[in-house]
């Protein structure tokens, strides 16, 4: 009888991983928030300021090496800027973020020494925004899911929970 409710307990336990859980559970929810300010005035002047937890350092390093052509525009940097950002990106990227749920999940989704080209290339965040019909993230109010603000009201804290999602012309996402 024993037996039986360990097995049950374990399969439980089991079938509630995902399939990018390491099987080590993180001890926080979603990535954690921005802390540069650096980093919120040269890059958050563009785009949302992304968490640095969404890649991993060798995505930013790949990003930061081509600022002159960044997404079709010249985010060059001076040289004590483009260090000093650089840094904050790799000591807070995902992998340096485990303990932090979508950190965890995004290190998870990546195979072998797959380099991503942006946070929304990632196999995490494409799964994750698989169930949307495409026309709500095309549209001229989202753009695109590289556009996180757009739907996730509490991004800039990073919290990306469901609960927290608002798209624009369809309303609240119910999963």
């Given at each position: 009888m024993k037996l039986l409710m360990f097995l049950t307990l374990f399969l439980t336990l089991l079938s509630s991983e995902d399939k990018y859980s390491s099987g080590l559970?993180?001890?926080?929810?979603?990535?954690?928030?921005?802390?540069?300010?650096?980093?919120?005035?040269?890059?958050?002047?563009c785009h949302f300021a992304y968490q640095p937890g969404l890649l991993p350092a060798n995505a930013w390093e790949k990003m930061m090496g081509n600022l002159e052509n960044h997404f079709d525009t010249d985010a060059s940097l001076s040289q004590e800027d483009f260090i000093t950002i650089s840094n904050y990106l790799k000591q807070n990227s995902a992998e340096k973020n485990m303990d932090?749920?979508?950190?965890?999940?995004?290190?998870n989704s990546l195979k072998g020494r797959q380099i991503p080209d942006s946070i929304s290339q990632t196999p995490y965040m494409i799964e994750k925004h698989n169930e949307i019909r495409p026309s709500l993230i095309t549209q001229k109010e989202v753009k695109g899911i590289f556009n996180c603000i757009a739907c996730h009201t509490t991004a800039d804290k990073g919290i990306y929970s469901e609960r927290d999602i608002h798209i624009p012309n369809f309303g609240r996402w119910k999963d």
């Open positions: 559970k993180p001890t926080k929810k979603g990535v954690a928030p921005v802390n540069n300010a650096l980093y919120i005035n040269e890059c958050g002047s932090y749920k979508r950190s965890s999940r995004i290190v």
